[in-house]
């Protein structure tokens, strides 16, 4: 009962990302959504290829 009380009386509990093992992220892609060949619809889906159309047609709207 005494950590419940040290918990109230501290102003409760604090949760805080956990900490990398070795210090440093290292540029991981961790979804598939940001991997080279999702972006420019290199892997064979339709609606991706379309989707990298579209980021084309964006990236390529205001370069003359």
Not at 17 to 22: L, M
Not at 33 to 57: E, L
Not at 59 to 64: E, G, Q, V
Request: aromatic share 4%; glycine share 12%.
């Amino acid at each position: 009962m005494s950590d419940i009380d040290d918990i109230i009386a501290g102003g409760g509990i604090v949760f805080r990302p956990a900490k990398n093992k070795d210090g440093n992220d290292s540029g991981k892609v961790k979804t598939k959504a940001k991997k080279k060949q999702y972006i420019t619809g290199a892997h064979g889906s339709g609606s991706a290829r379309q989707k990298a159309k579209y980021r084309q047609q964006r990236a390529n709207r205001h370069k003359k």
